[in-house]
């Protein structure tokens, strides 16, 4: 304790010696580890890794929440929006992106899905039952900042090739 503090503190009364006591804790510094692992009541009993992610992905300019089933769900103005989620010891990102595909024309999208995935570097695609064009990624092992981040700016890239021309889009989407 400070010299002024303890002089202070030896010269009141006990009631105020406890009120200064309470200041005096209330008032010392928060180590960082300490701040950053404090959480807001909200994200309780949320796991570490994905509150990990859901920060990261909103200094990237995404707004990240959590959906009802508990995974991070992220809206970026330039990206496709995207759910990142714990899989198989690792994290799953995923976004689902309305073609227009139709059941006629799935042929020439399965053929688009494998132009894209012989062109992406991370990512793999594919047509879901609905239709959606899925661009899909796992990441193994728990979240590590530099690796998420790398890993995320793969994924953008990856995201990007779903909005160049490519002839067998054409066919899929019937543009």
Request: contains cysteine.
């Amino acid at each position: 304790m400070p010299t002024d503090l303890r002089r202070a503190f030896a010269s009141t009364s006990a009631g105020s010696r406890r009120g200064l006591l309470a200041v005096s804790i209330a008032l010392l510094p928060i180590s960082p580890a300490a701040a950053q692992t404090a959480q807001e009541p909200r994200d309780a009993g949320r796991p570490a890794q994905l509150l990990a992610v859901r920060d990261h992905l909103e200094s990237l300019g995404y707004d990240a929440s959590f959906d009802r089933d508990g995974d991070v769900a992220a809206e970026h103005e330039e990206h496709w929006n995207s759910y990142v989620k714990e899989y198989r010891g690792g994290l799953l990102m995923l976004a689902l992106i309305d073609v227009g595909a139709t059941e006629d024309r799935m042929s020439a999208c399965h053929r688009w899905a494998n132009a894209l995935n012989s062109e992406a570097r991370l990512a793999r695609f594919y047509f879901n039952d609905r239709r959606s064009l899925v661009l899909e990624a796992w990441l193994g092992g728990e979240y590590e900042k530099s690796a998420f981040g790398t890993f995320v700016e793969a994924w953008q890239e990856d995201g990007a090739l779903v909005g160049l021309s490519h002839e067998a889009a054409d066919g899929c989407r019937g543009d």
